[in-house]
């Protein structure tokens, strides 16, 4: 079994690079031109002392990664979940939520919120799956809504 390193750095740090690339074509490619928008957010929101940016790290590799920001006193919200697509199906989004949710507890949140985009089903039930409770009306087409909102205590 391999040991995955657990790396705070800015979202600018080269190790980082394929996280951002994969991001924007997977939003671009799923949502059109309207999936830039969540990548034009301002990176040093994920900077302490009210965020963090995350990454797993594997024989020198960033293969999946994740972020939190300020939501409010309270709550952390999750952005930028992401594996790496040669490394997929190997549960590296459930730990990345668990190192986002214990970082966000020392950083003094006691809750995470998240959304995600309607064409994202694996996001969905990845949330579901680790306890996220959803915002949204789960039995309706998740095409017919706009983002999908979850939330956890995460005391």
């Given at each position: 079994m391999?040991?995955l390193?657990v790396?705070r750095?800015?979202?600018s740090?080269?190790?980082?690079a394929p996280l951002?690339?994969?991001l924007?074509?997977e939003?671009?490619?799923?949502?059109?031109?309207g999936g830039?928008?969540?990548m034009?957010?301002?990176?040093?929101?994920f900077?302490p002392?009210?965020?963090q940016?995350?990454?797993l790290?594997?024989?020198?590799?960033a293969v999946?990664g994740g972020?939190?920001m300020r939501?409010?006193?309270?709550?952390?919200?999750?952005?930028?979940?992401?594996t790496h697509s040669r490394?997929?199906?190997?549960?590296l989004g459930?730990?990345?939520l668990?190192e986002l949710?214990?970082e966000?507890?020392?950083?003094g949140?006691?809750r995470?919120y998240?959304?995600t985009?309607p064409?994202q089903?694996?996001?969905?039930?990845?949330?579901?799956a680790t306890?996220?409770?959803?915002?949204?009306?789960?039995?309706?087409?998740?095409t017919?809504?706009?983002p999908?909102?979850?939330?956890?205590?995460i005391?």
């Amino acid at each position: 079994m391999t040991t995955l390193e657990v790396r705070r750095v800015r979202q600018s740090d080269p190790d980082a690079a394929p996280l951002v690339a994969e991001l924007t074509y997977e939003y671009t490619s799923r949502y059109g031109a309207g999936g830039l928008e969540e990548m034009r957010r301002p990176a040093d929101v994920f900077e302490p002392p009210h965020g963090q940016f995350l990454l797993l790290v594997e024989h020198g590799e960033a293969v999946a990664g994740g972020a939190f920001m300020r939501y409010d006193s309270e709550t952390a919200e999750l952005k930028r979940i992401w594996t790496h697509s040669r490394h997929r199906r190997r549960g590296l989004g459930r730990r990345v939520l668990i190192e986002l949710e214990n970082e966000a507890k020392a950083f003094g949140y006691n809750r995470v919120y998240l959304t995600t985009g309607p064409r994202q089903p694996e996001a969905k039930a990845l949330y579901l799956a680790t306890g996220y409770t959803p915002l949204f009306d789960v039995t309706t087409a998740p095409t017919t809504t706009g983002p999908l909102a979850f939330s956890k205590v995460i005391r």
